[in-house]
């Protein structure tokens, strides 16, 4: 008797959570990002929580793949209870949505009611952690410089914005790091389709200096008791040897000074890199 190729066990399961989709929990929540700011941690702690119950997979952005299926929005999550049992809330954090051009309108149209959590952090460490990342993965190799100068070129120039947002659409781009920075921008475009009381903004630097006043703001918004103590856990290391270079530090910290400063006019607050340094 042969046995199944991982593959075909792999398909096997997808048939079955797409063919039992219409049973199964329509997302309560959902974590666009902004990528590298911490969303994995925090799915990681809101899973812990003995109301809530993780997908099948942490980021399956199938309203980027599938972005008019009810079905497929639905088939990454868990069976619904019956009416007997407690009610849980269920979610995803795909970060490709954060900059995504139709991401927010695409979760709008399936999910009107859904709970946005945006999580950010200093734009310049976000970029470099970002670059990082796919430079271990083999995926990266052309020199951050390089790509620094020319995504800050692209972005800068209105003429070349359709260019920007077809980029946007996949994963990985050449203007992924920088773009993903431009918090006020971005976030605009999220609130055309979701109301602030559906939003909330949290910064990564606030999780090590309060973590316990960032914890009792996501129980608040998702409606769920304040009774979830467990520390938040570190589902990425993060930490690379290898330093940005100060000249293209400063670059960057030059090319955020505008667009910082509308964000803090548009949450009406003094962003934590700056008051944290």
Not at 95 to 114: G, T
Not at 200 to 216: A, G, S, T, W
Request: net charge positive.
């Amino acid at each position: 008797m042969s046995v199944a190729s991982p593959q075909l066990k792999s398909e096997l399961k997808k048939a079955w959570r797409l063919g039992t989709a219409f049973l199964r929990a329509r997302p309560d929540f959902i974590l666009p990002g902004a990528p590298k700011c911490a969303t994995s941690s925090l799915y990681d702690w809101l899973g812990m929580h003995p109301l809530v119950r993780r997908g099948v997979r942490k980021e399956p952005a199938n309203f980027i793949h599938y972005p008019t299926s009810e079905l497929r929005s639905r088939m990454n999550f868990p069976l619904l209870p019956p009416l007997t049992r407690v009610r849980f809330l269920t979610g995803e954090a795909s970060v490709e949505y954060f900059s995504h051009p139709h991401a927010a309108e695409n979760i709008q149209a399936i999910l009107p009611d859904v709970r946005l959590i945006f999580l950010l952090r200093d734009p310049v460490q976000r970029a470099w952690s970002d670059y990082r990342m796919f430079v271990e993965s083999k995926a990266e190799t052309e020199e951050f410089e390089t790509i620094v100068d020319s995504s800050a070129r692209w972005l800068k120039n209105p003429d070349a914005k359709p260019l920007v947002n077809a980029a946007l659409k996949n994963a990985f781009n050449p203007v992924r790091y920088l773009a993903n920075g431009l918090y006020a921008e971005i976030l605009a475009r999220w609130f055309q389709f979701f109301s602030r009381e559906q939003c909330i903004i949290l910064f990564q630097e606030d999780f090590l200096i309060r973590p316990k006043f960032v914890q009792e703001r996501v129980l608040r918004h998702l409606r769920l008791p304040l009774t979830h103590p467990a520390p938040f856990p570190h589902a990425r290391k993060g930490h690379f040897p290898e330093k940005m270079r100060p000249e293209t530090q400063a670059f960057l910290k030059d090319f955020y000074r505008e667009p910082d400063d509308r964000l803090e006019d548009f949450l009406g607050i003094q962003l934590p890199w700056r008051t944290y340094g």
